[in-house]
């Protein structure tokens, strides 16, 4: 594997934490600004949007480990499975996060499965 592959690695995981910030930026935009008067969904949307950016921070740290691309890929497909199971609530925000979640988490599967086969290969 030469240089390119290295460094469309290093491209394609920085368009994984931005989209993580994008999901991070619309759940956030959620809490403060579409439901401020239901407690409840905006304390939710706060804590998603801040549970999204710990992936970008925790990137830049000798803590980051192939296996978050995984656990964000389950965080984002989880809360696909709530939108849908719980009335599908702000029908249009909900299909631009959805479009979104599956980029962000076709990448990550992508990513851990690359990651993964260059650590095993000798």
């Known amino acids: 594997m030469g240089a390119t592959s290295g460094s469309d690695t290093g491209l394609l995981r920085r368009l994984f934490l931005s989209l993580s910030l ?19 969904s905006a304390l ?9 950016l710990v992936g970008p921070v925790v990137s ?41 979640a599956t980029a962000f988490a076709l990448l990550g599967l992508f990513l851990f499965v690359r990651t993964e086969a260059r650590l095993a290969s000798p």
């Open 44 to 52: 939710q949307f706060g804590l998603i949007g801040v549970a999204l």
């Open 22 to 40: 994008a999901l991070a930026c619309i759940h956030l935009y959620l809490a403060v600004f579409v439901s401020p008067m239901a407690t409840g």
């Open 60 to 100: 830049r740290t000798r803590y980051w480990h192939p296996i978050l691309y995984l656990l964000g890929t389950g965080f984002a497909f989880y809360l696909g499975v709530l939108w849908l199971l719980g009335g599908m609530a702000y029908p249009l925000i909900g299909a631009i996060t959805g479009v979104t």
